[in-house]
């Protein structure tokens, strides 16, 4: 990868993580790479995540609407999509310097409200994981008409509703019951939170899907929440749309392990963190 110009973004607020951007800037230095530490431009070739997964969805809109590839090294918690550990970091960076990685295409949501009262639609937001209307309150639950373009889905009565793509399917909506998406797969699933009718099952839509919500009286506060971060509140009769965004984020993969080494680490699958080769004898009948 020919790499003249890099970004680097770290976890706010966190000193010793700023300290190892300023590290990182000076080892691209040493091998000839301009490297800019918290800023980020068109004309960046890679963008490196210092932190945890938070840190990357702050990041990911601006990285995918200028197609800068990002690595994210995990100096967080839980690290789904900064899948480089701390001590693999330069390791992972040799590797993509000498060519040897690849890229998955993570689809993204834009989601936008438009008033009732007077039709008037918001400015969209952008989502690499979810999508969530979620009721505010505890006394009651909420009702939510639901389309898929112009075909009806269903009404759902319960506490609320998420919209994920596949990288966001491993977040909230694995909590809510949701499925295990692989992330490189095309596709949003919708799924209800706490659904008063146990047969409300969460329902996978292709990607040109375009998803229509509608908030039905009576209804108190309830919120949209893009990634973790609330957007808007809306009322009785506003309208949710939520789509595929017009372009993925690019993300690195780690070069040292793979997406299901990565769920059977943070899931504690199995008991066992390494890879089981495929035995010889299945492999000739492949």
């Keep these: 990868m020919n790499i003249r110009l890099a970004g680097i973004v770290t976890r706010p607020d966190s000193p010793d993580v700023e300290q190892v951007g300023h590290e990182l800037v000076r080892w691209f230095d040493d091998r000839g790479i301009q490297a800019s530490l918290n800023t980020i431009s068109e004309d960046m070739d890679i963008l490196i995540v210092l932190g945890g997964d938070g840190t990357l969805l702050h990041v990911a809109r601006q990285a995918s609407t200028n197609d800068i590839p990002v690595l ?84 759902y009565r319960s506490d609320g509703l998420i919209m994920a793509t596949p990288t966001g399917s491993t977040a909230y909506n694995l909590s809510a019951g949701g499925p295990i998406i692989h992330g490189e797969l095309d596709t949003i699933v919708v799924t209800p939170i706490c659904p008063f009718m146990l047969e409300s099952r969460p329902v996978l839509l292709g990607p040109e899907s375009k998803i229509t919500t509608q908030l039905l009286a009576p209804a108190g506060e309830v919120k949209v929440i893009v990634d973790g971060e609330q957007q808007w509140k809306i009322s009785e009769n506003d309208y949710l749309l939520v789509q595929k965004a017009s372009k993925p984020l690019c993300l690195i993969s780690s070069p040292l392990k793979s997406y299901f080494t990565i769920l059977r680490n943070k899931l504690n699958w199995g008991g066992t963190t390494v890879d089981i080769p495929l035995p010889q004898l299945v492999c000739r009948h492949c």
């Excluded at 040799?94 to 834009?110: C, P, S």
């Design 72 to 155: 994210g090294v995990n100096l967080g918690n839980l690290g789904f999509l900064t899948e480089v550990a701390a001590d693999e970091m330069y390791y992972s960076l040799e590797t993509v310097l000498a060519g040897d990685f690849r890229i998955e295409k993570r689809i993204m949501l834009a989601a936008a409200v438009v008033h009732g009262d007077d039709g008037e639609k918001c400015e969209p937001v952008y989502a690499l994981n979810e999508v969530v209307i979620v009721k505010d309150s505890t006394d009651q639950m909420i009702r939510l008409r639901c389309w898929a373009d112009r075909e009806y889905i269903a009404t």
